[in-house]
């Protein structure tokens, strides 16, 4: 059997960085991985594996094994193959450390430094093989390391027919990372009666809860003179532009919050005197707080505009997803088995909120309720991200004793 690290391996010097567009997939080198994983899924000897030629979605089955007398629901598990555009993911050189403490100097000139003071996340996993980067990439953990776990599972059910399970539905997706992994996801081909998204972090996270979020558009409408001539006659844009930032609550952004506190983030800001244009994403795990959220941002472009004229501001607001907690909570049973599983094998379950989402969430919301597993990564869209060699060991375990759980 293949190591889930050879596979990890091989699927992070493939670049599928999606992209901030309407096509799906948002990028066309999405392929690349997804034909590589049902030519390997055929070659595992997987049932319906099917690759969307359309839309890159890779859809497989393993087929029940159990006696009679004995049953298990059909058991649905999803990565994604696209990586984030935040930190390119093109050209991934990916190397096997042993972290003994203090810094890894991951581009070996001082220029990019893993510093547990800046990370102490990292004082968990000294002692452990670590998979890093030289800094100049993302690593695509997020979310290669839970294709690679769902892999490895694949490859260890196939081979070992003595482990009972029932069904097992595998789906990778495209664009998570840009919010368009389930937008032409085959439910019916899927044929999962419930899923697991295997996208989360460290060892023992279990998530079936993330925020409610939308995103905010504000457009700014100003006007140009010669700057000798401006005084009564200028409105200068990114100027207006700011000061619908600064009505914003400047304590609520992410970089102050954590837990269960929702967010106003500026993602993005372009423009000049004539017009400037304003990105943002609203976020909070509370639906009556999120409503609230919105109507403020909303408020502040009208504010505005009583201040300084009609059509100066308008602002958009667009519901992207919701938190999955209020179709879980109605199927507790399947967050109860994963606890169990990791009680099994020795994992203590640290069930956490989301601050952001999955592809689980509107899942949940398509019928699918489908909570959110470990992977054994961290830091996340960044080039400091890291993954635990053991860690994604116990991931594929963990797997598997899942599907060992629900077999009655």
């Known amino acids: 059997m293949e190591d889930v690290l050879d596979r990890f391996l091989r699927y992070v010097r493939i670049d599928t960085q999606s992209e901030e567009n309407q096509q799906s997939p948002t990028t066309r080198k999405q392929f690349d991985l997804a034909r590589l994983l049902a030519r390997e899924l055929e070659q595992l000897g997987a049932a319906q594996v099917r690759l969307d030629e359309e839309h890159c979605y890779v859809y497989a089955r393993i087929p ?12 649905g598990f999803i990565a994604h193959m696209d990586t984030s555009p935040a930190v390119s993911g093109a050209d991934v050189k990916p190397r096997v450390v042993r972290y003994e ?29 670590l998979v890093v980067t030289d800094g100049s990439t993302l690593l695509g953990g997020d979310d290669k390391a839970g294709v690679a776990e769902i892999m490895a599972m694949a490859e260890y059910l196939l081979g070992h027919p003595e482990a009972e399970h029932g069904e097992v539905c595998i789906a990778f ?54 700057t000798g001539s401006a005084k009564n006659a200028m409105r200068n844009a990114a100027l207006l532009a700011m000061e619908f930032q600064s009505m914003l609550p400047q304590a609520e952004a992410p970089m102050y919050t954590e837990g269960y506190e929702g967010f106003y983030h500026l993602d993005s800001i372009h423009g000049d005197v004539e017009k400037c244009e ?16 919105k109507d403020r941002f909303t408020a502040i472009g009208a504010y505005l505009n009583g201040k300084y004229g009609e059509g100066t501001f308008t602002t958009e607001v667009k519901d992207t997803y919701y938190n ?46 489908c909570p959110n597993l470990c992977t054994g990564g961290c830091i996340c869209h960044s080039r400091f991200e890291f993954v635990s060699v053991p860690h994604m060991r116990r991931c594929v375990q963990l797997l598997v004793k899942i599907l060992e759980k629900h077999v009655d």
């Open 64 to 75: 029940a094994n159990l006696p009679q007398g004995k049953s298990a629901p059909a058991i």
């Open 101 to 129: 403490g203090g810094e890894i100097d991951l581009s070996g000139d001082g220029t990019y430094v893993l510093r547990p003071s800046e990370f102490p996340i990292l004082d968990r996993y000294v002692g452990q093989e």
């Open 173 to 226: 997706t495209p664009d998570e990372e840009v919010g368009g992994g389930v937008k032409y996801f085959d439910l019916d081909r899927f044929g999962a009666d419930f899923g697991y998204t295997v996208d989360g972090g460290f060892l023992g996270g279990m998530e079936y809860e993330n925020f409610n979020a939308a995103s905010g558009r504000v457009t700014v409408y100003g006007r140009s003179t010669h």
């Open 278 to 293: 304003l990105y943002y994403i609203i976020r909070d795990h509370d639906l009556e707080r999120f409503k609230a959220r």
């Open 324 to 369: 999955m907690k209020e179709i879980i909570l109605p199927h507790m049973a399947i967050v109860d088995k994963v606890k169990e599983a990791m009680a099994d094998l020795g994992i203590e379950p640290i069930v956490t909120p989301i601050r952001g989402g999955t592809d689980g969430a509107m899942l949940s919301y398509m019928g699918l309720p």
